[in-house]
Antibody, heavy 117, light 111 residues
Framework: EVRLVESGGGLVQPGGSLRLSCATS????????MSWVRQAPGKGLEWVAT????????YYVDSVKGRFTVSRDNTKNTLFLQMNSLRAEDTAVFYC??????????WGQGTLVTVSS | DIVMTQTPLSSPVTLGQPASISCRSS???????????LSWLHQRPGQPPRLLLY???NRFSGVPDRFSGSGAGTDFTLEISRVEPEDVGVYYC????????FGQGTKLEIK
């Protein structure tokens, strides 16, 4: 069974940092592009970042460029998102998702990030 | 950036009746490799999204055949032939031809 489990969310003050993890199991992690998608409370889905299988190609939505860094450890089947200089508007549930056929075919349950003083 | 526009934003439907959601992109979704990376997802309240269709019309594993997709270029449609109670929730289109963007979502509810 394909499983993606996010962790690392929580309450952080504006300007603070968090590191999210997405532990995967049930499939061979290394060949798949992986992404982070977020959903602000009561809002729609917003793509955040994508990393290719080898980690050499990385893409971000403009609003997080220079603040967020996506990475992966193919030996530990884990995806990461380092988030710095957090803002109130970053408050959201963050999902990790597996990429295939130009779509996201598997999703985690999400981890909530709340940025507030 | 490619903007994805869904209509309607809300759709009250009768059980057993068909439903249709449209998705329009601000530019063609035909990729240089010839594929059109348009997918549809469904999200129930409190749940993560799940994939329904990819590359316009390909049903993902386990998706009932009452779900179908069509379209080309900039105009796409998701159709449900007969709405079931478990189909309620929000439907999103997503393009992955040029980075990734989602539509605003269409809330499907039972009349």
């Amino acid at each position: 069974e394909v499983r993606l489990v996010e962790s690392g969310g929580g309450l952080v003050q504006p300007g603070g940092s968090l590191r999210l993890s997405c532990a995967t199991s049930g499939f061979m992690f290394s060949p798949y592009p992986m992404s982070w998608v977020r959903q602000a409370p009561g809002k729609g889905l917003e793509w955040v970042a994508t990393i290719n299988p080898e980690g050499g190609k990385i893409y971000y939505v403009d609003s997080v460029k220079g603040r967020f860094t996506v990475s992966r450890d193919n030996t530990k089947n884990t995806l990461f998102l380092q988030m710095n200089s957090l803002r109130a508007e970053d408050t959201a549930v963050f999902y990790c998702a597996r990429g295939q056929w130009g779509a996201f075919d598997s999703w985690g349950q999400g981890t909530l990030v709340t940025v507030s003083s | 950036d490619i903007v994805m526009t869904q209509t309607p934003l809300s759709s009250p439907v009768t059980l057993g009746q068909p439903a249709s959601i449209s998705c329009r992109s601000s530019q063609s979704l035909v990729h240089s490799d010839g594929n059109t990376y348009l997918s549809w997802l469904h999200q129930r309240p409190g749940q993560p999204p799940r994939l329904l269709l990819y590359k316009i019309s390909n049903r993902f594993s386990g998706v009932p055949d009452r779900f179908s997709g069509s379209g080309a270029g900039t105009d796409f449609t998701l159709e449900i032939s007969r709405v079931e109670p478990e189909d309620v929730g929000v439907y999103y289109c997503m393009q992955a031809t040029q980075l990734i963007t989602f539509g605003q979502g269409t809330k499907l509810e039972i009349k």
